[in-house]
């Protein structure tokens, strides 16, 4: 292991070559019988060192920003020298010759220790553990375990989370082992090749309490419970598919659907069975309350009672009566005030065309005037529509005043017409259709 074979092969991994820059650095399968001049890789935070011939852990002070260190199948009888390391979390020495578990209590975060297939036999070999407080994963798989006692320096492991056994004769001496693991483990989430779930906790702790039979009736609760959890989950959703269902006939009924605080909602037969609490049912009243208070102040449908409310349609001025139903449609345009201007100015422009029509032909041609007549109004037309148009300008934005029915309007001026020959008295009708405008 010389600097050159290590700087050609950071090469040839395509790491950098100035030393201290790398992270990593792969030494596996290369052979070497020991470790040696790795001083100028201090920035080293994994090291692979697997599948050589190492017999001695050694020159490692370097390495101080060491988190993972990988050193299974190799030649190692020892575990020693790894002061420096103090920020190592996972060590794996599996595949060795090692026969007591040693010198692990100077790494204080520690967290993976993996030595599996070694040569450790007794209680005595693995005492050690008890010292490293921050060890959480434990595998000691295919040793030559075999007393029942280990389990006292496992429980002494307070962050002891995954523990493996398996190929050890100790599974065998164990009565009950798994269950025996269990219980005197409280923290074991995983044991050898499967989890340990709340349900094989809970199972076991029973069984410890009261034997197979308070096992039995523990695991027939919890089967009931996990089958009721189903049953209720099932239930929900068909409730929810079923409003869906109903708000969904409401709408095409047009009917407005209640909302889902107003609905009954039993997800069990017990819960049916429970009357909703008073206080509950006040406090969703009161909420329901408030929402429609609050909607009636953002959005407001009834006009205040101070204003006469009016409604255009189709041309013509309908007004609303607040004690109920609609006025009777009157035809001549009336002005309301809610209107703004450039609606009343589009609206009165469309029904004022309208109202030419009637007035100069439905209702002047009736009248015994003859066309003589009418042709003798039309010079005075233009004088007078301008007149009008002036005087609409200037009254554009006061208030109009109230009109009169148009058919009694029309029927005077065509009276007066017939007996007064002054211009002043042929205007009037001009000022009358543009009075509209």
């Not at 292991?1 to 790398?22: D, W």
């Not at 005197?184 to 989430?189: G, I, M, S």
């Not at 345009?333 to 109202?355: F, K, N, S, V, Y």
């Amino acid at each position: 292991m010389t600097k050159q074979f290590l700087q050609k092969l950071c090469k040839q991994h395509k790491l950098y070559i100035t030393p201290a820059l790398n992270d990593t650095l792969y030494l596996h399968f290369k052979g070497f019988d020991r470790i040696e001049n790795l001083e100028e890789y201090t920035g080293l935070r994994c090291l692979w060192l697997e599948c050589n011939g190492i017999q001695k852990i050694e020159n490692l002070q370097a390495q101080g920003e060491l988190r993972c260190l990988f050193l299974q199948v190799n030649l190692l009888h020892k575990i020693e020298n790894l002061e420096p390391l103090q920020k190592l979390d996972a060590l794996n020495l599996s595949n060795n010759y090692i026969k007591t578990i040693e010198n692990l209590s100077c790494l204080p975060v520690l967290n993976t220790l993996q030595i599996a297939h070694n040569r450790l036999e007794t209680v005595a070999d693995i005492q050690h553990l008890s010292e490293c407080l921050r060890l959480c994963v434990l595998d000691l798989s295919h040793n030559m375990l075999s007393d029942p006692e280990i389990l006292s320096v496992l429980e002494n492991m307070p962050c002891l989370r995954v523990l493996n056994l398996m190929g050890n004769s100790v599974t065998r001496h164990i009565p009950n082992y798994r269950r025996t693991v269990t219980v005197r483990l409280k923290h074991l989430t995983y044991l050898d090749d499967r989890p340990v779930f709340p349900k094989d906790r809970a199972c076991a702790e029973a069984w410890a309490r009261g034997g197979y039979a308070a096992e039995k009736e523990e695991r027939r609760q919890w089967e009931s419970r996990e089958h009721k959890k189903i049953t209720d989950s099932l239930e929900a959703l068909a409730m929810i598919k079923r409003r869906a269902e109903e708000r969904k006939k409401a709408r095409e009924r047009g009917e407005t659907p209640l909302p889902d605080s107003e609905e009954s909602t039993p997800t069990s037969p017990k819960a049916q069975e429970e009357p909703p609490m008073e206080e509950t049912q006040q406090k969703m009243e009161l909420f329901v309350k408030e929402s429609f208070e609050a909607k009636d102040e953002l959005f407001p449908e009834k006009p205040s009672e101070e204003e006469e409310p009016t409604m255009v349609v189709n041309g013509t001025v309908e007004d609303l009566d607040l004690s109920g139903g609609l006025a009777q449609t009157q035809t001549p345009l009336m002005a309301t005030p809610e209107a703004t201007d450039g609606a009343r100015t589009e609206d009165t422009e469309a029904i004022a065309q309208e109202t030419k029509e009637r007035l100069f032909i439905d209702e002047l041609e009736e009248e015994e005037q003859g066309e003589n007549e009418s042709n003798q109004l039309l010079p005075l037309q233009t004088c007078a529509s301008d007149q009008a148009l002036a005087q609409s300008n200037e009254d554009e934005d006061s208030e109009l005043p109230e009109a009169t029915p148009l058919g009694d309007q029309a029927e005077n001026e065509a009276q007066s017409s017939l007996d007064l020959d002054e211009p002043s008295t042929r205007a009037s009708l001009e000022d009358i259709e543009f009075g509209l405008d």
